[in-house]
């Protein structure tokens, strides 16, 4: 996608100097900055203070953290520590572990000599992959938003929440992918963008994105979907997952699922966009067995942004009061209207996810 009119991805290797490079997303939409990584603590911070976040980059992000990390020493006792350590950035996300055991179990067929450099080649195949799976799921979820413009011919009014698009992914996105093949086929469609407390992902990444590509947006507070919804003002919800349970159960930035709840109750299609790789195939009640992040309670009690002199400072918001920040809720299947992936748009029960599971082949 683009920044300042410029075809830009979230991560890529550079073969000049043999490190990777990411766009640091905590400075955006104010600044931009590109960071080089070169160890595995330059990884581990990257992911657990997210400067790369979204289910697909921090899994992309932790393979090419494998791969720089096995240079140094790849014999077993190291990488299981360094699998360790990346596994303990961002518990949660379901594509870091695939991402990391797909690697391991490709480099356990070779000797020590040769893992890093097997493993960096299959972080690149991941990195290609992610961009062309996002892109399907583009496609598969534009015929939702077609269907809907042909029933009403007039603007499509899309909610989001959260930030699922190419900033969470290398390029495309998950939720807003569908988002990006309307605009580009034409179709009418204005944004609602959830500010998303309490890092403001809405409000610093996807309303900026949608900028940078020229889509109609306009941001909202977290708890005004439900009123938009009551008015007849939301066609139809799209949002990411960061893991999804073999039953449906969706697990998204938290607040998804007071969404959902609202959707339900105003008869408006509830969609979650997400890659394969992100369905936790051993997981059959996501609200009793996905783990949620808790973050520091400084990200509800603190907010950064621009002051008068154009700088990005931070202040506090309360005086005494201690804070809780869970960072991630499940939105039960019987809330969500279907699920967008790359294989096709599939409904979120059991019996629909375990077919979607067969024509992947994944073996038990």
């Known amino acids: 996608m683009l920044i300042n009119n410029t075809p830009t991805t979230t991560i890529w290797y550079d073969d000049r100097d043999s490190n990777v490079y990411i766009i640091d997303q905590r400075l955006l939409p104010h600044e931009f900055i590109v960071t080089k990584l070169q160890s595995l603590d330059d990884f581990c911070f990257a992911i657990k203070e997210m400067q790369v976040r979204g289910a697909p980059l921090i899994g992309v992000t932790a393979a ?33 572990r695939w991402a990391i055991e797909r690697i391991q179990k490709l480099i356990s067929a070779y000797p020590e000599s040769e893992k890093a450099k097997v493993a ?107 009123h938009l919804m009551q008015h007849g003002m939301v066609d139809l919800c799209i949002v990411g997952s960061d893991r999804t349970a073999a039953n449906g159960d969706v697990c998204n930035k938290v607040g998804t699922y007071l969404k959902a709840l609202a959707a339900f109750d105003n008869q408006i299609p509830f969609y979650v966009a997400l890659p394969t790789s992100t369905i936790d195939w051993e997981i059959t009640d996501g609200i009793k067995e996905i783990p949620i992040e808790e973050r520091n309670p400084e990200e ?65």
């Not at 090419?64 to 303990?88: C, F, M, N, P």
């Open 300 to 364: 509800v009690t603190h907010i950064s942004g621009l002051n008068e002199d154009g700088q990005v400072t931070t202040v506090k918001l309360v005086k005494d009061s201690k804070a809780s920040n869970y960072s991630f809720d499940v939105t039960p299947a019987r809330l969500v209207t279907a699920l967008i992936t790359e294989k096709d748009v599939v409904k979120a029960d059991s019996s629909s996810i375990e077919q979607l599971k067969l024509s992947l082949d994944i073996q038990p």
């Open 64 to 96: 090419y953290g494998l791969a720089i990390a096995l240079r140094a020493d790849a014999s077993d006792t190291a990488e299981k520590e360094i699998v360790q350590q990346l596994i303990a950035t961002r518990p949660t996300a379901m594509n870091l």
């Open 120 to 226: 960096l080649a299959e972080a690149h195949i991941i990195r290609e992959e992610d961009i062309t799976i996002c892109e399907q799921i583009g496609v598969n979820g534009l015929s939702i938003i077609q269907t809907l413009y042909q029933q009403k011919q007039r603007t499509i009014n899309i909610l989001t929440h959260c930030n699922a698009g190419w900033l969470a992914t290398v390029d495309w996105g998950t939720a807003l992918a569908p988002i990006y093949k309307a605009h580009f086929a034409d179709i009418p469609i204005h944004i609602w963008v959830d500010e998303t407390r309490p890092r403001n992902q809405g409000a610093s990444l996807t309303a900026f994105e949608l900028s940078e590509q020229g889509i109609d947006h306009t941001l909202i507070t977290d708890n005004a979907g439900g």
